[in-house]
């Protein structure tokens, strides 16, 4: 079992920057891929940003695009979410999703095998 636990959520002014991780945990053996997910209230899940095991391969949603960044840091097992330039819109539950794995990409929090339980992301006006 894999265990995932996200952290650094919180409320932020529009304009501000909030970084998250997301921490693996348990029997983590061989390459995987990242994402995060966020879901706002009333709304479906959407896909935010992915990594690959190569960390050069990274994805974004066009919403984030040049604002937000992922990262990771293999040897703590952690991903990151640099989230910069905050806007009331990026309001939602903040998750990370991992996939076993180091090459294809997916977009679909259904199609990871792990999930965390999520952060809080609240920017106010």
């Known amino acids: 079992q894999v265990q995932l636990v996200e952290s650094g959520g919180g409320l932020v002014q529009a304009g501000g920057s909030l970084r998250l991780s997301c921490a693996a945990s348990?029997?983590?053996?061989?390459?995987?891929?990242v994402a995060w997910f966020r879901q706002a209230p009333g709304k479906e899940r959407e896909f935010v940003a992915v990594?690959?095991?190569?960390?050069?391969?990274?994805y974004y949603a066009d919403s984030v695009k040049g604002r937000f960044t992922i990262s990771r840091d293999n040897t703590k097992n952690t991903v990151y979410l640099q989230m910069n330039s905050l806007k009331p819109e990026d309001t939602a539950v903040y998750s990370c999703?991992?996939?076993w794995g180091g090459g294809t990409i997916y977009y679909k929090s259904s199609e990871y095998d792990y999930r965390g339980q999520g952060t809080q992301v609240t920017v106010s006006s």
């Open positions: 990594i690959a095991w190569s960390a050069g391969t990274t």
């Open positions: 348990g029997r983590i053996f061989g390459r995987y891929t």
């Open positions: 999703a991992l996939k």
